[in-house]
């Protein structure tokens, strides 16, 4: 039965997610800026990005086991009021010496709430959405993640500039406490499931169930997920990384810079949502590999612009640039593979084949976050070799992933006949 795409409670969600989001994104520009000011070091640096990622990865099987068996509504709320008092407790707590260890712990802290948070509002779009409306449905939710990534650096930015830390982080924490307050409006639909037998039974027969249906029923998608690790291992890992590094470090241009930069970046991925709902009916998963590889050979500029020692403000432009064609590119595939997932996936399964999705498409991204921090500090004066070799690789992947592609076009296809 056809559904308005934008119902009340879908609404609420868009609506809670751009504040809670707005708030995470100024939090989480804010802290790594301000350790590497600090300190100067790429190498902490990317270690703390990459220690904060690991609890994403290990708690994530457990938050899709969670946001199948526990109103998502309810998860939301909690996990933002849970946010707002961390945020609060941290701003009193930032003045006290040991900052690098307080910003990591906070980052720790961000990590496991956003590894319960994303799978309850992945797993509730399906639900609050008829099936001709999901791609549009995920295209908008990204939208909102890019947007609210869009002004959360510019405005983090401007207050860590002008201020400090301090009003980033109460401005931070106002926003996880309304959204939490306006989540408490939203329906979505629950049935509660089965679960005698005990937590461990349960716990159990969730992942049995969950990982028969990855590797027995849909085997495909964990060959895709070994080609998206490989991606995220040299490439997303080196932008995620190398931008504050070619940026802060490399061209020493100031912090308003920066953040634009990252408001620039989210731009991006915001244009790939728009682009993505765009062709959402001429889309199709067989072209997914083309989109991996120009994702790759969109940062080639990157790298030729830091081989040629072209002016400060010309490399700054090159590498904004091609960081938003890198995030366009990088959305309009993370939608197009999500919506296929939950299409593809049970409802009582949805959540913990996501989470599960999330956190092995993410186990190589801490790896390659710590590697080209140390990277990009032993070869401070040749970082362009680091591109054109991460590059070149992501390409061979991408590549030999047309494939992989093919068969999940088939699948889909054959499915709606």
Not at 94 to 123: D, K, R
Not at 170 to 180: G, K, L, P, Q, Y
Not at 192 to 213: I, M, P, R, Y
Request: aromatic share 10%.
């Amino acid at each position: 039965m056809y559904q308005k795409l934008m119902n009340r409670d879908f609404s609420l969600v868009v609506i809670g997610q751009i504040i809670s989001l707005f708030g995470n994104a100024i939090l989480r520009f804010a802290l790594p800026l301000y350790l590497l000011d600090r300190t100067g070091s790429t190498a902490l640096f990317g270690t703390v990005l990459a220690i904060s990622m690991i609890p994403m990865i290990l708690f994530s099987p457990i938050a899709g086991m969670v946001a199948d068996r526990v109103n998502r509504r309810n998860i939301m709320v909690a996990l933002d009021f849970i946010t707002a008092l961390l945020v609060v407790a941290f701003g009193f707590l930032s003045g006290a010496g040991n900052a690098s260890v307080l910003i990591a712990v906070m980052l720790v802290c961000l990590s496991v709430i956003q590894a319960f948070y994303q799978p309850a509002v992945q797993a509730s779009i399906p639900v609050l959405s008829c099936e001709e409306n999901l791609l549009k449905s995920n295209a908008i939710i990204n939208q909102v993640q890019a947007l609210s990534s869009l002004l959360g650096p510019i405005l983090g930015g401007l207050l860590y500039t002008v201020w400090g830390l301090t009003p980033v982080v109460w401005a931070s924490a106002a926003s996880f406490f309304v959204s939490a307050v306006m989540e408490i409006f939203i329906h979505i639909p629950f049935q509660k499931l089965d679960s005698s037998g005990g937590v461990l039974a349960t716990v159990k027969n969730d992942l049995k169930e969950s990982l028969h249906f990855m590797t027995r029923e849909r085997p495909i998608i964990l060959k895709v997920l070994v080609f998206v690790s490989l991606f995220n291992l040299f490439l997303s890992a080196m932008v995620t990384v190398g931008v504050p590094s070619f940026i802060k470090v490399s061209l020493q241009l100031p912090d308003s810079l920066y953040s634009l930069t990252q408001g620039l970046l989210a731009g991006g991925a915001l244009a790939g949502g728009i682009l993505t709902g765009a062709l959402a009916s001429r889309l199709s998963l067989r072209q997914m590999h083309l989109v991996l590889l120009a994702a790759a050979l969109v940062l080639l500029p990157m790298g030729f612009s830091l081989l040629m020692g072209a002016p400060a403000m010309v490399s700054y432009v090159i590498i904004t640039a091609c960081g938003f064609l890198f995030m366009a590119m990088g959305t309009l595939f993370s939608v197009m593979m999500l919506s296929f997932l939950q299409k593809e996936t049970p409802n009582h399964l949805i959540g913990k084949v996501i989470a599960y999705v999330l956190a092995l498409a993410m186990c190589s991204q801490p790896v390659g976050q710590a590697m080209y921090g140390f990277l990009f500090e032993a070869l401070s004066e040749s970082t362009y070799v680091i591109i054109f070799a991460g590059v070149l690789i992501a390409s061979v992947t991408a590549l030999v992933s047309k494939k992989t592609f093919g068969s999940l076009s088939q699948l889909e296809t054959a499915e709606a006949n």
